[in-house]
């Protein structure tokens, strides 16, 4: 079992609508939990971080936490061209972000 | 700098050559990694170093990889004896500290022919 595990997709939405990305993890000793989005060439960017169970809302982005069920999402609201790209999740021990393991990633279509 | 800036972009080497691939982080940015990533997959992590120490090496796949950062800013990972399998995009990313955003840089993509 992967360490943390994503749908590779593609995932393909219309414009406007809402993505939702998620992501499983086995290690319950992860406390933080990112999202990164990466253009296809080009180096992760992060878009999102969440410790605590619940959601964290950030414009037009939603991630939600679950540890209990050890799972992450982002939904991504009113999608545009734009976001079409692989978005990686990641989680890391001990509350620091010194060493990311990092899904394989979802990559994300959104459709005109 | 403005960014963390990585070099060579690319290199392209011969199985079984050394080579040195560079990091120069983001100015003041105390914490500094590397990735690697393979095609198809997320980055893999390697090394983790808060200031010329590295506080976290246990992604080295095996003893022909070292990475070093003597004066805590640029630092270089060093890969022995290549071999094919070490084909991949080196991402380094830098942070302010260890439970602060990491910034990565655009990677070298080394090719071992």
């Known amino acids: 079992q992967k360490e943390v595990e994503q749908n590779s997709g593609p995932l393909s939405v219309p414009e406007g609508a809402i993505a939702s990305l998620n992501c499983t993890y086995s290690d319950r000793g992860s406390q933080s939990f990112f999202w990164y989005r990466q253009y296809s060439g080009k180096s992760p960017e992060l878009i999102m971080f969440i410790y605590s169970n619940g959601d964290k809302e950030d414009g037009r982005f939603t991630a939600q936490l679950n540890k209990a069920s050890q799972y992450v999402s982002l939904l991504i609201r009113d999608s545009q061209p734009s976001d079409s790209a692989t978005y990686l999740c990641?989680?890391?021990?001990?509350?620091?972000?010194?060493?990311?393991?990092f899904g394989t990633g979802t990559r994300l279509q959104v459709t005109l | 700098g403005a960014g963390v800036s990585q070099t060579p972009s690319n290199k392209v080497t011969e199985k079984g050559k050394y080579v040195e691939l560079r990091c120069d982080p983001i100015?003041?940015?105390?914490?500094l990694y590397w990735y690697r990533q393979s095609l198809g997959q997320g980055p893999e992590f390697l090394i983790y170093?808060?200031?010329?120490?590295?506080?976290?090496d246990s992604g080295l796949p095996n003893d022909r990889f070292f990475a070093v950062r003597p004066e805590g800013s640029v630092s270089t990972l060093k890969i022995q004896r290549t071999e094919r399998g070490d084909s991949a995009v080196y991402l380094c990313?830098?942070?302010?500290?260890?439970?602060?955003?990491?910034?990565f840089g655009q990677g070298t993509r080394l090719t071992v022919v």
């Open positions: 100015s003041g940015h105390t914490a």
């Open positions: 170093f808060q200031g010329t120490g590295a506080a976290d």
């Open positions: 990313a830098s942070s302010s500290g260890p439970r602060t955003e990491a910034f």
């Open positions: 990641a989680v890391s021990k001990a509350g620091t972000a010194s060493k990311l393991t």
